[in-house]
């Protein structure tokens, strides 16, 4: 089994950045397309950002294009969110996934196989 540990969430005024960690644990070796996404209350769990493990290649939507930047570190098992001109609209528990498949493009929320607990990003007007 693969565990997914997420940190770096918390309170941050609008405008301001926040940078989350995610660290895999267990079985890794299968790990390829590390993500994250987010579900704000009462709202459906929504794509944030992909990045593939073979070239780093990196996928965003588009509500947060131009100002959130996925990273791994393949050696560490770990990926990162930074998280810039953050927006009250971006507050929402923030969830790490990974997935046995490498195709960020086409991958459906379902088809990644591990998550982590979440963390909380909240962000005042």
């Known amino acids: 089994q693969v565990q997914l540990v997420e940190s770096g969430g918390g309170l941050v005024q609008a405008g301001g950045s926040l940078r989350l960690s995610c660290a895999a644990s267990?079985?890794?070796?299968?790990?390829?397309?590390m993500g994250w996404f987010r579900q704000a209350p009462g709202k459906e769990r929504e794509f944030v950002a992909a990045?593939?493990?073979?070239?780093?290649?990196?996928y965003y939507a588009d509500s947060v294009k131009g100002r959130f930047t996925i990273s791994r570190d393949n050696a560490k098992n770990t990926v990162y969110l930074q998280m810039n001109s953050l927006k009250p609209e971006d507050t929402a528990v923030y969830y790490c996934?990974?997935?046995?498949?490498?195709?960020?493009?086409?991958?459906?929320?379902?088809?990644?196989?591990?998550w982590g607990q979440g963390t909380q990003v909240t962000v005042s007007s």
């Open positions: 990045i593939s493990r073979s070239v780093g290649s990196t």
């Open positions: 996934a990974a997935t046995t498949y490498d195709n960020i493009y086409r991958l459906r929320i379902n088809e990644y196989g591990y």
């Open positions: 267990g079985r890794t070796n299968g790990i390829n397309a």
